[in-house]
T-cell receptor, first 114, second 111 residues
Framework: GENVEQHPSTLSVQEGDSAVIKCTYSDSASNYFPWYKQELGKGPQLIIDIRSNVGEKKDQRIAVTLNKTAKHFSLHITETQPEDSAVYFCAASIEGDYGQNFVFGPGTRLSVLP | DTGVSQNPRHKITKRGQNVTFRCDPISEHNRLYWYRQTLGQGPEFLTYFQNEAQLEKSRLLSDRFSAERPKGSFSTLEIQRTEQGDSAMYLC?????????FGPGTRLTVT
């Protein structure tokens, strides 16, 4: 089955700097890769996603890149702000007509220092 | 607020008791997922519904766990004969396709 690894487990950056979180997956059939942000006491919130037919996607300060050959994808946050502090999870799944089994990474705790 | 609600938000129970959690998804979403999340870990898939049909169950879902989604609307997750290892956050997510919208979760503590 699918296995998703995520690094680093913790990341501290100064406000205004960039943050990069990397994930690798094992199942070459996976074709949908979402990223979630989870704040304390809340459920994960989808922040960006990418499909395997695209190499990069950007939404304001957030971007995701995907390397299908190497089976890894990364989250890039630029101009970090204190409110970006949270736990970030990557996930991998295979899209299909009858739903999909999402496998999540173990998470990265991001701290943005003012 | 994603529009997905879960009740109760917290549940403390004694070992051996049964508990039931409820998830109300976004009304037009036909897909509904249940996950379990323990401290410091990512969510682990438990089961998935498309409308009222339960299409997939994880091996994590022992015989003590059962989930339903009558009429393809709200869903319930029941744990029978709770064990201390069941203590976790139980998350529900609804989805129109691939994008998942999570509820706030139900935190279960088994004493």
């Amino acid at each position: 089955g699918e296995n998703v690894e995520q690094h680093p487990s913790t990341l501290s950056v100064q406000e205004g700097d960039s943050a990069v979180i990397k994930c690798t997956y094992s199942d070459s059939a996976s074709n949908y890769f979402p990223w979630y942000k989870q704040e304390l006491g809340k459920g994960p919130q989808l922040i960006i996603d990418i499909r395997s037919n695209v190499g990069e996607k950007k939404d304001q300060r957030i971007a995701v890149t995907l390397n299908k050959t190497a089976k890894h994808f990364s989250l890039h946050i630029t101009e970090t702000q204190p409110e970006d502090s949270a736990v970030y999870f990557c996930a991998a799944s295979i899209e299909g007509d009858y739903g999909q089994n999402f496998v999540f990474g173990p998470g990265t705790r991001l701290s943005v220092l003012p | 607020d994603t529009g997905v609600s879960q009740n109760p938000r917290h549940k403390i129970t004694k070992r051996g008791q049964n508990v039931t959690f409820r998830c109300d998804p976004i009304s037009e979403h036909n897909r509904l997922y249940w996950y379990r999340q323990t401290l410091g870990q990512g969510p682990e898939f438990l089961t998935y519904f498309q409308n009222e049909a339960q299409l997939e169950k994880s091996r994590l879902l022992s015989d003590r766990f059962s989930a339903e989604r009558p009429k393809g609307s709200f869903s319930t997750l029941e744990i029978q004969r709770t064990e201390q290892g069941d203590s976790a956050m139980y998350l529900c997510a609804s989805s129109p396709a691939s994008e998942q919208y999570f509820g706030p979760g139900t935190r279960l503590t088994v004493t």
